[in-house]
């Protein structure tokens, strides 16, 4: 069975530094991986998805990588900035085709 | 493309009535999941269908609660005789293919249903 974990579960930083968002899953049988990002009250918007051949993924500030072998997945964000506040999902699709979420980092840029 | 549309955005029952969730996914895209996020907890798979079929409801209450994907037509997630329990943000996402594909996954802006 599919478990997907994030740390940390909330995180406050100043802005301007650079961050790391962690998720590990426990089958590395995964087709892919996707980081979404939710703001309070609103639906979903996908970051970046990343295909289980390639290692990492660009858009912008954000860079995800994965390590299907360890069963990881960072999302790194450059130069934060107190719009990227938010909370960021991990998502893998598990063997059922059920995608199977983290419970999120909630993360609060201060300005 | 609009993406994935669903409506009601907000939706407020009485206690017994019937709710209607509905999902329009983008254009080309003939699968559909349906998830439910309760207050401070994380999204939680409902069921997955394909037009015309159920392919996976595992995720879904066996009573009260209901799904179709019909040929012509949004996906409708039905709630009868809804409880204060069912009070949630319902989230539907579409793809053109299974997860297992190429293409993640839309999602939706939610239907956030209070039970009153």
């Known amino acids: 069975k599919q478990e997907v974990t994030q740390i940390p579960a909330a995180l406050s930083v100043p802005e301007g530094e650079n961050l790391v968002l962690n998720c590990s899953f426990t089958d590395s049988a995964i087709y892919n991986l996707q980081w979404f990002r939710q703001d309070p009250g609103k639906g979903l918007t996908s970051l970046l998805l990343?295909?289980?051949?390639?290692r990492e993924q660009t858009s912008g500030r954000l860079n995800a990588s994965l390590d299907k072998s360890s069963g990881r997945s960072t999302l790194y964000i450059a130069a934060s900035q107190p719009g990227d506040s938010a909370t960021y999902l991990c998502a893998v699709p598990n063997r059922d085709d059920k995608i199977i979420f983290g419970k999120g980092t909630r993360l609060h840029i201060l300005p | 493309n609009a993406g994935v549309m669903q409506n009601p955005r907000h939706l407020v029952r009485r206690r017994g009535q019937e709710a209607r969730l509905r999902c329009s996914p983008m254009?080309?895209?003939?699968?559909v999941y349906w998830y439910r996020q309760l207050p401070e907890e994380g999204l939680k798979f409902m069921v997955y269908?394909?037009?015309?079929?159920?392919?996976?409801e595992s995720g879904m209450p066996k009573e009260r609660f209901s799904a179709e994907f019909p040929k012509e037509g949004p996906s409708i997630l039905r709630i009868q005789q809804v409880v204060r329990g069912d009070s949630a943000a319902y989230f539907c996402a579409s793809s053109p293919t299974s997860g297992t594909g190429a293409y993640g996954y839309t999602f939706g802006s939610g239907t956030r249903l209070t039970v009153v």
């Open positions: 990343i295909q289980s051949s390639q």
């Open positions: 269908l394909q037009k015309e079929n159920i392919i996976d």
């Open positions: 254009k080309g895209h003939s699968h």
